[in-house]
């Protein structure tokens, strides 16, 4: 018997990377469940965006970016969208990278331990390497299968740590309420964005 788990885990795993674990670290320990809100509520608004994204591939035949370009008849608009569009993309990508190689680095760290800036930098370095060598190197399956692993070593780590914690339920549905604590907002926009 063969086991499928389907492109879930892909989607998972493109979603929840080691930034968006040190994005949630953080705020758990900054806030504790004062901001579990966010996360309701950024994943209502990925599952619109992305079934919105998928209708207009379908029906359209056209990714994001093609139906603006289409929608603007005006060369000089066209121009600017196209500059703003690469540019999105450009500073998006390299930000969500940054936070994946980031949030590795830290968590590496804190599994070797953390001997300064230096290391942390090597760390980045390394991870990036490797990632390069696995997207270059490998094909499709290779990295489908790693991305899947990843994200059953998240799922599992998760998981037993729910379990070893034990957290107040009370207080986890009182923070579905929406509210900002006081020096939250930035830990609130990142928790949205990642």
């Given at each position: 018997m063969k086991l499928s788990i389907?492109?879930?885990a892909l989607v998972a795993a493109a979603f929840i990377g080691p930034g968006t674990v040190t994005a949630c670290t953080v705020a758990?320990?900054?806030f504790g469940f004062a901001l579990i809100w966010t996360l309701v509520f950024a994943t209502f608004a990925t599952?619109?965006?992305q079934s919105m994204a998928a209708r207009l591939g379908v029906g359209a035949r056209l990714g994001l970016g093609e139906?603006?370009?289409r929608t603007a008849g005006n060369p000089v608009l066209?121009?600017?969208l196209a500059v703003l569009i690469l540019a999105a993309l450009g500073l998006g990508n390299?930000?969500?990278e940054a936070g994946n190689l980031t949030g590795g680095a830290l968590g590496i760290d804190a599994i070797i331990g953390d001997n300064g800036p230096s290391q942390t930098k090597n760390v980045v370095?390394?991870?990036s390497l490797l990632a390069a060598a696995v997207l270059l190197l490998g094909g499709y399956k290779i990295v489908e299968k790693l991305l899947i692993g990843l994200v059953l070593i998240m799922a599992l780590s998760f998981t037993v740590s729910a379990i070893l914690v034990r957290p107040d339920i009370g207080s986890m549905l009182s923070g579905l309420i929406p509210s900002v604590p006081e020096g939250g907002l930035l830990t609130a926009i990142a928790?949205?964005?990642?």
């Amino acid at each position: 018997m063969k086991l499928s788990i389907g492109p879930g885990a892909l989607v998972a795993a493109a979603f929840i990377g080691p930034g968006t674990v040190t994005a949630c670290t953080v705020a758990g320990a900054s806030f504790g469940f004062a901001l579990i809100w966010t996360l309701v509520f950024a994943t209502f608004a990925t599952i619109i965006l992305q079934s919105m994204a998928a209708r207009l591939g379908v029906g359209a035949r056209l990714g994001l970016g093609e139906a603006l370009m289409r929608t603007a008849g005006n060369p000089v608009l066209k121009g600017v969208l196209a500059v703003l569009i690469l540019a999105a993309l450009g500073l998006g990508n390299a930000a969500y990278e940054a936070g994946n190689l980031t949030g590795g680095a830290l968590g590496i760290d804190a599994i070797i331990g953390d001997n300064g800036p230096s290391q942390t930098k090597n760390v980045v370095l390394v991870l990036s390497l490797l990632a390069a060598a696995v997207l270059l190197l490998g094909g499709y399956k290779i990295v489908e299968k790693l991305l899947i692993g990843l994200v059953l070593i998240m799922a599992l780590s998760f998981t037993v740590s729910a379990i070893l914690v034990r957290p107040d339920i009370g207080s986890m549905l009182s923070g579905l309420i929406p509210s900002v604590p006081e020096g939250g907002l930035l830990t609130a926009i990142a928790l949205i964005g990642t």
